[in-house]
T-cell receptor, first 114, second 112 residues
Framework: NAGVTQTPKFQVLKTGQSMTLQCAQD?????MYWYRQDPGMGLRLIYY???????DKGEVPNGYNVSRLNKREFSLRLESAAPSQTSVYFC?????????????FGDGTRLSIL | GENVEQHPSTLSVQEGDSAVIKCTYS??????FPWYKQELGKRPQLIID?????GEKKDQRIAVTLNKTAKHFSLHITETQPEDSAVYFC???????????FGKGTSLLVTP
């Protein structure tokens, strides 16, 4: 099992460009999450999906959209990238739908916006 | 919403000593408290977790304690080794909803 797979691993964008970050898990987990990690800020939740077909906003959703394509895949889209969105983005998944089970993280996408 | 504060932000110990990291939370209905370890450039990985119906949990050199009355929980690492050097994050799940709120992390350095 690969666990949680994120693509791409690195990306450089220009301000105003759009981009979709891909995430897939092969653990048959119900819940999936997108976080951003900035220096000194810990992990901040952007969006999450408790089950296929549902998505909810987290702490910092502005400037992002998500799609839970099926049970395996959860994508994050930046419609018009801004320098403030330069960050490391982590996708995670967990087995249940209640949020009180361990989350398994992908390797991250390092995104720079010029 | 849930607010998780983590202290200290940096911690340096000598190999073999113990390390303690403390977190406080604001939502008294919070019921799940995981700890993650993140090595430089790597993904966060769960090292231990505790639920609100348990006061203490231990796994080899790592233990977590929870004080629901005071709304704080702590990570204890005994007999530290250089490979324990990493950033450690605590988190708390609010009583309602599905999201975890993370602390800002503690950078632990274990010197030989």
């Amino acid at each position: 099992n690969a666990g949680v797979t994120q693509t791409p691993k690195f990306q450089v964008l220009k301000t105003g460009q759009s981009m979709t970050l891909q995430c897939a898990q092969d653990m048959n987990h119900n819940s999936m999450y997108w976080y951003r990690q900035d220096p000194g800020m810990g992990l901040r939740l952007i969006y999450y999906s408790a089950s296929e077909g549902t998505t909810d906003k987290g702490e910092v959703p502005n400037g992002y959209n998500v799609s839970r394509l099926n049970k395996r895949e959860f994508s994050l889209r930046l419609e018009s990238a801004a320098p403030s969105q330069t960050s490391v983005y982590f996708c995670a998944s967990s087995p249940g739908t209640g949020g009180n089970q361990p989350q398994h993280f992908g390797d991250g996408t390092r995104l720079s916006i010029l | 919403g849930e607010n998780v504060e983590q202290h200290p932000s940096t911690l340096s110990v000598q190999e073999g000593d113990s390390a303690v990291i403390k977190c406080t939370y604001s939502d008294s209905a919070s019921n799940y408290f995981p700890w993650y370890k993140q090595e430089l450039g790597k993904r966060p990985q769960l090292i231990i977790d505790i639920r609100s119906n348990v006061g203490e949990k231990k796994d080899q050199r790592i233990a977590v304690t929870l004080n629901k009355t005071a709304k704080h929980f702590s990570l204890h690492i005994t007999e530290t080794q250089p490979e324990d050097s990493a950033v450690y994050f605590c988190a708390a799940k609010r009583g309602s909803g599905y999201a975890l709120n993370f602390g800002k992390g503690t950078s632990l350095l274990v010197t030989p």
